[in-house]
């Protein structure tokens, strides 16, 4: 069967028969019925997110109108209790959509609280049954009627009501039916998973029981040996111990895999389960004494029962070493064995933390631990107590837990004295002495005595938190080498040790008792002065997530165990040496401020969040009254006097709450003379914005103040004589106006005749091209006159064929065309810029030449182009006029001179973004007399009626003024060089 699609349960909402309102803690609508919206006369996007109030208001024109008073007390009813409240029958009076006026509504509500996951009010459903129409018909005296038919149409829907709720029982039914079919398939695939579980478990069991055999068995050779120093001797202790736990924990897998296969048989022996309760208890002693234990053992001499001597001893086994973990130093533990009537009790007891009553049954349960939080106090696996409960029900007894009497756990187990009937039972049976590894009563201890040459005093400080004794020792005894070492062996103890030692470095395992390595790095990141101290976390969850987060949070680097020995060294010398490097340059910026600060003689500060004093330089420390050294660390309180300071405090709290400048002037005795200073003070910001302090400069204005005192009397005397001035200046002014206004109208004539005299000098030009256009018109006129006669003659004679026609008609046309274009570019040039373009310089040129060549018909032009386009961006025709006024003044020079071979070199180029056009003659260059004149209007060097002299300075003026562009000129080898960029 294939799965329905979920349901739209806003749109079920919406489409409820009933009048619900659905509002946020702030009454505002959130939600609501189409039944509602229709009783209410509102729609959906008229309510929501209004308050209900806005949407129902009391009627203005009913004085007696309480609906919002009783419904505002039922809503404060439901906020404060989260309870159901009820709302009385009551009239509301709704407003007509179209805005006129109210219409009359019964009804009563009912307000239901819904409540989010942590008990905090979400929602308020508001229900409303509508009894309006009951209560107009109650009005009309027709009530019971109506009344009638309405309990009659309503028993008609109760009977459809069961007829469709019967159907969907139906249908719940086959649903039910599938459900279970589904969950027994699951169940059969669950249990073929765990089969397959617990084969995986035996067979890796198996496969890590052979390398650990070859591991413990080398390593005990190796400790028999004499040959070995105290170190080698420790650092091979510590590989069997950790071997044995890892042995351990793989027994207790493979016993588990064991007893969910039934592979598990009961080997039971006649035994002495007084003497076995002694036997396992000496175990113990030792490391009842390391702890400072009371350790007692109550036993009969002798009682004998029929038991497999093995699994009982692991039961004994693993209670007591749980009661010797979980009890405290100078704690106690009672270990009792007692005969009942057909079996035998075993009770420990001990002054440990307990067991919760909720958690007593689920300690049993595999892999549960009472403590399974990153900050439990002591490590295991949880399989423990989950095989003394297995290996008690094989021998048909029970095991339970309770409280001791001093508050710690009380576990007793009974154990049937005689095996089942028709059993083997063996006259006796050895017992094996335990490995004392195995009891997990027996950490190792943490120590601090090596043999390494302790480092230089001045060596970085690392401070390791480890709660493994061992982890901690082999992490000291890779730095040790190189750093001084200091170790904690949990969180709390890290903490201390952390802000009372200031290491260069910090190493915390992640997950440890009483504080977790993240909490360390938060409570160490909540003091600022500890924001540099770079910390590497070790951790044995290789979770990239949780790597990020940890970088996040403020560590530095994090390493996954297992580690390298190497890897490790590498991080933390990096590490120290990155610290180092960032403190270098802190203590060389901060030697800079001060050196800065103390050659100048404004007053600096910076304060702490406290209000203490972080630096302070010598004007300031002057200004205060005490020495450097006895400012720093302290607050305003102990420098100053009580009103003072507190007013000094005030002014900090405004600028680090407001996160604003604050600038004043204040007055105050420095070496019992008043001194005025301006002082601006600064919120102090972090690396990331947040306020930690306060800056400060003050400036000794003292000197300035009297000076803005005799200033004033100044001014005052300065404005006595600016009132006598005032008179002569108004005279003054009229003069100046008359003047001004003569200058004026002599400045417009002046570019009246400017303009003029542009014009002129593009009229000159216009009629240079017009003798250019007649020649050029006058040869394709002759050669029309002539085809036209030869036309004429033709047809007279008969011999103007079609053939002769048609080429006679092509030829004329493109004579013509030809006329047309040169017309169109003579229109073109006269027709002025009104707007800026983009167009190519080559083309510009040829095109000008071309309108003037008659002109220069006795003048060798030479235009040399490149082959890629070079553009320019502003007046085209401008810059057209501004090259035919350069080319017309090499002209006249080279006539004027007589210049043999005249030649004009015209070259376009592009270089760093501009346009370059030079015009170069051989007409001898420009006197350097007056190279500096010639761009000056009305200067020419020609006679008066050979030119005007507003030629060069009009081009100028174009390239340079409106295209932004740069006219130059030069002498170079015969001849003279204008360069125009643009």
Known sequence: ???????????????????????????????????????????????????????????????????????????????????????????????????????????????????????????ILHKVENVTEFMELKRKGVEQAKITDELRERSFKIEADLYERSREMAETSQKLKAANEELARLYEKTRELDTLKTQFFANVSHELRTPLSLILGPVRKLMNADRLDRKQRGDLAVVERNARLLLKNVNDLLDLSKLDAGKIDMEYARTDLAWLTRFVASHFETVADDKGIRFTITAPDELWGEVDSQKLQRVLVNLLGN???????????????????????????????????????AVFERFRQVDSGPTRSHGGSGLGLAIVREFVALHRGTVAVTAAPEGGARFSVSIPLAAPEGTAVAATRKVHPLELDETEGTPPVLTSERDEEAPSPSAPLVLVVEDNPDMNDFIRSILQEQYRVSSASNGVEGL??????????????????????????????????????????????????????????????????????????????????????????????????????????????????????????????????????????QDDEALFDPAAAEHIKWQDKIVMTKGEMLT????????????????????????????????????????????????????DLLEERVK?????????????????????????????????????????????????????????????????????????????????????????????????????????????????????????????????????????????????????TGYRNEYAQALLNILFN???????????????TIRVSGEGGKSVLTITDNAGGIPEEIMDKIFEPYFSTKGPDKGTGIGLFMSKTIIEQS????????????????????
Request: with cysteine; glycine share 6%; net charge negative.
């Open 664 to 715: 004043f002037e204040e007055t105050r005795l420095v070496e019992g003379k008043p001194r005025t200073y301006l002082t601006t003070k600064a919120p102090h910001l972090d690396a990331n914005g947040e306020v930690i302090g306060v800056l400060g400069i003050s400036h000794d204005i003292t000197e300035r103040k009297l000076a803005e005192e005799e200033l004033q009397k100044s001014k």
């Open 323 to 361: 009661a010797f973990k979980f009890t405290p130093p100078r704690g106690a533990i009672r270990l009792t064995l007692a005969p009942q009537a057909e079996s035998a009790l075993f009770v420990v007891e001990d002054t440990g933390p307990g067991i919760p009553a909720e958690l007593r049954q």
């Open 724 to 872: 006598e001035r005032t008179t002569e200046l108004r005279k003054a002014l009229q003069v100046l106006k008359t003047e001004t206004e003569e200058r004026l109208r002599a400045v417009e004539e002046l570019r009246r005749r400017e303009q003029m005299l542009m014009q002129q000098n593009r009229l000159a030009a216009m009629g240079e091209m017009l003798v250019n256009i007649s020649h050029q018109w006058r040869q394709p006129l002759n050669v029309l006159a002539a085809i036209l006669q030869t036309m004429a003659i033709s047809h007279e004679r008969g011999t103007l064929s079609g053939e002769i026609l048609h080429k006679n008609v092509n030829r004329s046309v493109e004579l013509i065309e030809h006329m047309s274009k040169t017309i169109n570019d003579f229109s073109f040039y006269l027709t002025p810029d009104k707007t800026t373009s983009t167009f190519d310089v080559s083309e510009v040129v040829t095109k000008t030449i071309a309108m003037v060549g008659e002109t220069m018909h006795d003048v060798q032009v030479e235009v040399q182009c490149p082959e890629e386009e070079v553009t320019a």
């Open 1 to 123: 069967m294939e799965p329905s699609a979920a349901p739209d349960f806003k749109k079920l909402f919406e489409k409820a028969p009933g009048l619900y309102l659905v509002l946020d803690p702030q009454l505002r609508a959130v939600a609501a019925t189409d039944a509602y919206l229709e009783a209410t006369l509102t729609t959906r996007e008229g309510i929501i997110g209004k308050h209900i109030f806005e949407i129902f208001p009391d009627n203005p024109d009913d004085p007696s109108a309480d609906s919002v008073r009783n419904s505002r007390a039922s809503f404060n009813r439901v906020v404060q209790t989260r309870q159901p409240d009820t709302i009385g029958l009551q009239r509301h009076d709704v407003r007509r959509p179209d805005g006129g006026g109210f219409e009359v509504r019964y009804w009563s509500a009912v307000n239901y609280p819904v409540l989010a996951p942590d008990g905090s009010l979400a929602y």
């Open 890 to 904: 090499a002209r006249d020079a080279l006539r004027d001179r007589a210049t043999p071979d005249p030649k004009v």
């Open 963 to 982: 295209m932004g562009g740069k006219l130059t000129a030069r002498n170079r080898e015969g001849g003279a060089e204008f360069t125009i960029e643009v």
């Open 496 to 633: 201390e040790k952390a802000l009372s030692s200031r290491p260069d470095l910090v190493v915390t395992d992640y997950m440890m008792p009483k504080m977790t390595g993240e909490d360390l790095v938060k409570e160490i990141r909540r003091h600022p002065d500890f924001d540099e101290m770079p910390i590497l976390l070790l951790t044995a969850k290789v979770d990239e997530k949780l790597r990020v987060h940890l970088l996040q949070s403020g560590v530095q680097d994090a390493l996954d165990k297992p580690f390298e020995a190497e890897e490790f060294l590498a991080r933390v010398t990096g590490l120290i040496a990155r610290k180092r490097k960032s403190q270098a340059a802190l203590w060389e910026s901060h030697a800079l401020l001060k050196a800065v600060t103390e050659g100048i003689d404004n007053s600096i500060f910076i304060k702490d969040a406290q209000g203490r004093y972080q630096l302070v330089n010598g004007p300031g420390a002057r200004r205060i009254g005490k020495p450097v050294a006895e400012i720093i660390g």
